[in-house]
C-alpha cells in the first residue's frame, strides 16, 4: 500500500535560520497529489500547500515545496524561520485512481520547535 | 472559521460504555472521514463516507460504527470502550467532485479518555 516516510520526528532551529523537512512516498499510483499540513498547538491540522504536478515549486504562507517523481520527493522548505513556525507538520499523499475510494496516508508528522 | 463542527470538545467515559460523538460540515463538501490522532500525534484514517458509500479501514476494531444521515453529518459510535481507544479523534471532510484535489477540512476534534 501507500506510505509516507518522514525522516525526523523532531527538529529544532534558531529564528532567521532555513527550514527543510523531509518527505518521500511510495505509491503504485502514477498520478499522487502530495500535501503538507500543518498543526499548532491546540488546534486542528489545516492545509499549508499543496502539489500533483511534477517538478514545479508550490508557495504559501512563505512556505514552499516541490513534487520530484523521479525521487518520490516533496520536501518542505522555507527561508528564515519565524517563531509562530512552531507547530506539528505532516506530510500526506493522495491517490485519485478510484473516485469515491480514495486514500489519503498521512506521514508519522515532524515537530518543528523555533526558538528566540 | 470553523465549518466543520465536532461535539462534544471531551469525553471521560469508563472501560465497557457506549460512546457517539457528532460531526456536521456547512461546507457542502460530498465526503466525510474519522481520524484517530493517537498520544503520539500519527494520523490514521477509521472510516470516510461518499454519496452514502461507507469505505471502511479495515484495521479498525468492529466495536467502532459510523452513522451518516446525510451528506452534512457523520457521528462515530464506540460500542464499548477500551483503554486504548483514549485518543482525539478528528472529523473532516473534502469535496471530490470536479478535479477536486481533496483537501481535507478538519473539525476541532473530541479528546475522549478511557478509565
Known amino acids: 500500500g501507500d506510505s509516507v516516510t518522514q525522516t525526523e520526528g523532531l527538529v529544532t532551529l534558531t529564528e532567521g535560520l532555513p527550514v527543510m523537512l523531509n518527505c518521500t512516498y511510495q505509491t503504485i499510483y502514477s498520478n499522487p497529489f502530495l500535501f503538507w499540513y500543518v498543526q499548532h498547538l491546540n488546534e486542528s491540522p489545516r492545509l499549508l500547500l499543496k502539489?500533483?504536478?511534477?517538478?514545479k515549486r508550490t508557495e504559501h504562507q512563505g512556505f514552499h515545496a516541490t513534487l520530484h517523481k523521479s525521487s518520490s520527493s516533496f520536501h518542505l522548505q522555507k527561508s528564515s524561520a519565524q517563531l509562530s513556525d512552531s507547530a506539528l507538520y505532516y506530510c500526506?499523499?493522495?491517490?485519485?485512481?478510484?473516485?469515491?475510494?480514495?486514500?489519503?496516508?498521512f506521514g508519522a508528522g515532524t515537530k518543528l520547535t523555533i526558538k528566540p | 472559521e470553523t465549518a466543520v463542527f465536532q461535539t462534544p470538545n471531551y469525553h471521560v467515559t469508563q472501560v465497557g460504555n457506549e460512546v457517539s460523538f457528532n460531526c456536521k460540515q456547512t461546507?457542502?463538501?460530498?465526503?466525510m472521514y474519522w481520524y484517530k490522532q493517537d498520544s503520539k500525534k500519527l494520523l490514521k484514517i477509521m472510516f470516510s463516507?461518499?454519496?452514502?458509500?461507507?469505505?471502511v479501514n479495515e484495521t479498525v476494531p468492529r466495536r467502532f460504527s459510523p452513522q451518516s444521515s446525510d451528506k452534512a453529518h457523520l457521528n462515530l459510535r464506540i460500542k464499548s470502550v477500551e483503554p486504548e481507544d483514549s485518543a482525539v479523534y478528528l472529523c473532516?471532510?473534502?469535496?471530490?467532485?470536479?478535479?477536486?484535489?481533496?483537501?481535507?477540512?478538519f473539525g476541532a476534534g473530541t479528546r475522549l479518555s478511557v478509565l
Open positions: 461546507l457542502g463538501h460530498d465526503t
Open positions: 463516507y461518499n454519496n452514502k458509500q461507507l469505505i
Open positions: 473532516a471532510s473534502s469535496y471530490r467532485g470536479g478535479g477536486s484535489q481533496n483537501t481535507l477540512y
Open positions: 500526506a499523499l493522495s491517490d485519485r485512481v478510484y473516485y469515491g475510494n480514495e486514500k489519503i496516508t
Open positions: 502539489s500533483f504536478t511534477d517538478n
